[in-house]
């Protein structure tokens, strides 16, 4: 069934679908794909994991519409020697040593924006780039760089934070083979998240074929360094030499406080719509943020920083129309981490009659009006008991 046939049964009321019928399409203009609704693996030359192995991402065309998301895909961070090999006992970042061929598998439980029978998301039926992660660098380092062991025990290991140049292969690749993208989505959680708005810069402007942006950052929100996440900022903008990447960003961005990213993007691109979602009870991001710098504090006070840090983005993200955020308080998966992760149940703002699916379909609704929200604190939630 064709895109212009889709939208007029969803006017007639029969169904409803979110493909982007708000106007913008003029059927499939994209070029005729040998499969569609399947994911097929890509590799280009030149993209490689934390080992220097060989790079892969997949993609399921879509032949309802030409709207496109792409979701970067989570999995910690790593920046030394004991979170890049596990020396400590636990491995900081997710997939370093490579990825097999069947890895697109994990893709409907990452995001329910890769998932096309789930009738809660906006993009079922949309063209899907699914961005997998094994560089440790939230999808954004520019670096090679050896770590040694401290103890003397364990060998040296060379160490591939190449996130940035795997993006950008992956956006020539998607400019060489979308002719037309109506509306662009840019999203993921945690350092998915957090890829999703760094590279947005690149991602929106190496897309030539798009038309309107929209950013949905889970739980990766880039706070501003004024804040407690100083420290990390710090030691990834060197680990990752991040400033051969950044200072190219627009002149709103300040290379000293990473929190800038926000309004820069904003004020770059006014007629996208950019937003943001994490749990206000957030015991994970929180942990890889302050854990390390601040002498392992207890959850309380680690929550107490978080806290302070969401009330400087909710401060920040205030200054801009189109900017916009939903912070729902706490449940139970996952340690409060990742609004969208699987799908988005239990991401309810409950006093003020807001689900996050819907927000987010109004989020790629340029009718719909930006509507930002945070949940005040539920009594009883989020206890020793729980």
């Known amino acids: 069934m064709s895109a212009v046939r889709i ?64 979701v970067f895909e989570p999995g910690g961070a790593c920046w030394d020697y004991p979170s890049c090999t596990g020396a400590s006992g636990i491995r900081g970042a997710a997939n370093p040593d490579g990825l097999e061929d069947d890895h697109y598998e994990l893709a409907p439980f990452i995001s329910p924006f890769l998932q096309r029978e789930d009738p809660t998301s906006p993009t079922a039926g949309w063209n899907m780039v699914y961005v997998p992660y094994c560089t440790g660098d939230v999808h954004t380092g520019n670096n090679v760089i050896t770590y040694t062991d401290e103890t003397g025990q364990g060998p040296d290991v060379m160490f591939h934070h190449k996130g940035h140049d795997n993006v950008q292969a992956v956006i020539g690749w998607i400019d060489q083979n979308f002719t037309h993208v109506p509306k662009l989505l840019s999203t993921g959680c945690s350092a998915g998240g957090a890829g999703s708005i760094t590279n947005y810069y690149f991602l929106r402007n190496g897309v030539s074929a798009a038309q309107r942006g929209y950013l949905l950052d889970d739980s990766g929100p880039i706070f501003p360094s004024t804040g407690y996440s100083m420290p990390v900022h710090a030691k990834i903008r060197a680990s990752w030499n991040v400033d051969s990447i950044l200072d190219v960003l627009p002149s709103g961005f300040d290379v000293n406080d990473y929190g800038s990213i926000n309004t820069a993007l904003a004020d770059e691109f006014p007629d996208d719509r950019l937003a943001t979602t994490f749990f206000r009870r957030d015991m994970n991001f929180s942990l890889y943020s302050y854990e390390r710098f601040y002498d392992f504090p207890p959850k309380e006070e680690v929550l107490r920083m978080w806290e302070a840090d969401t009330q400087l983005l909710v401060s920040q993200y205030e200054t801009r129309d189109n900017l916009a955020y939903y912070i729902p308080y706490w449940r139970k998966l996952n340690d409060s981490h990742c609004t969208t992760v699987i799908n988005f149940v239990g991401s309810e703002i409950q006093e003020q009659g807001l689900n996050l699916g819907a927000w987010t379909a109004d989020l790629l609704d340029d009718r719909k009006p930006l509507v930002s929200a945070i949940e005040a604190p539920v009594p009883g939630e989020d206890t020793e008991t729980e």
Request: charged fraction near 15%; aromatic fraction near 12%.
């Open 7 to 70: 939208c007029a049964l969803a006017f007639a009321g029969l169904f409803t679908l979110s493909t982007g019928c708000g106007g913008e399409e003029d059927g499939i203009q994209n070029p005729v794909r040998e499969a569609y609704d399947a994911w097929q693996k890509v590799e280009l030359p030149g993209t490689v994991c934390g080992n220097g192995s060989q790079y892969k991402f997949f993609v399921n065309y879509s032949d309802q519409t030409d709207n496109l998301v792409v």
